[in-house]
């Protein structure tokens, strides 16, 4: 079974950057749509960012311009770059696949703040 363990997440301030990271154990990593989301205190989960297995990618309009998704396929991990993070951006950052075929991971929780 696949399992996803995500990292790279932190305290950061209004206009930094970070990249995240997703690693999936299992070669049939590379053959879904992943998907990034996100959940802030409080709130529903939602979908950030998608990416195809011909790295086709969408964004939600909130994050359109500043974040990238990208994949390594040979390295079964999945990548969000994420750049002039704003305190809106605060969650818990998850990836799976696009259905959510995949257990959940813990996520890595994204803080800014000045």
Known sequence: QVQLVESG???VQPGASLRLSCAASGRIFSIY???WYRQAPG???ELVATITTVHSTTYTDSVKGRFTISRDNSANTVYLQMNSLK???????????LSG????GQ???VTVSS
């Open 43 to 45: 709130k529903q989960r």
């Open 87 to 97: 305190p809106e951006d605060t969650a818990v950052y998850y990836c799976n696949s």
């Open 9 to 11: 997440g932190g305290l």
């Open 107 to 109: 996520g890595t929780q």
């Open 101 to 104: 075929a995949f257990p959940w």
């Open 33 to 35: 749509t992943m998907a």
